[in-house]
């Protein structure tokens, strides 16, 4: 949101609760009942509820998940060799992430090497 709209919006919500303008509302104390798959077009629910039944995943997000795996195994790892080999299959991993995803660069996963090779070779600061 824009700087200073979210103030705007929070004053007037609180304005509107001052006045009792969300008092008795419909359904007001009773369970919400969220529909999972609200935004999907009616052709395709039946598809995602076959598919969430038989436990399947997106590929976007089974490869997540082996990153996050990949990440936790890499922060227990004593071993520099063994280490390299599973950055190496990180790196690919989050590549192979970006590559399915169609969307613009500014959203992609960096890699995680990046970040120790610019305090590696970057400019060394005098003290």
Same mark, same amino acid.
């Given at each position: 949101?824009?700087?200073?709209?979210?103030?705007?919006?929070?004053?007037?919500?609180?304005?509107?609760?001052?006045?009792?303008?969300?008092?008795?509302?419909?359904?007001?104390?009773?369970?919400? =009942?969220? @529909?999972? +798959?609200?935004?999907?077009? $009616?052709?395709? %629910?039946?598809? *995602? #509820?076959?598919?969430? =039944?038989? @436990?399947? +995943?997106?590929?976007?997000? $089974?490869?997540? %998940?082996?990153? *996050? #795996?990949?990440?936790?195994?890499?922060?227990?790892?004593?071993?520099?060799? $063994?280490?390299? %080999?599973?950055?190496? #299959?990180?790196?690919?991993?989050?590549?192979?992430?970006?590559?399915?995803?169609?969307?613009?660069?500014?959203?992609?996963?960096?890699?995680?090497?990046?970040?120790?090779?610019?305090?590696?070779?970057?400019?060394?600061?005098?003290?």
């Amino acid at each position: 949101m824009i700087p200073g709209f979210e103030k705007i919006v929070e004053e007037r919500i609180l304005i509107a609760q001052r006045k009792g303008d969300f008092d008795n509302l419909e359904g007001a104390g009773k369970p919400l =009942n969220l @529909d999972e +798959l609200a935004g999907v077009p $009616e052709e395709l %629910k039946l598809s *995602y #509820k076959i598919l969430k =039944n038989a @436990d399947c +995943l997106p590929p976007e997000i $089974e490869i997540k %998940k082996e990153i *996050y #795996k990949t990440e936790d195994l890499l922060a227990g790892m004593d071993d520099t060799a $063994e280490k390299y %080999k599973v950055m190496k #299959k990180l790196n690919f991993l989050i590549m192979k992430l970006n590559s399915i995803r169609k969307s613009s660069v500014d959203f992609e996963m960096p890699e995680k090497y990046l970040s120790n090779l610019v305090e590696r070779f970057g400019p060394k600061s005098n003290k």
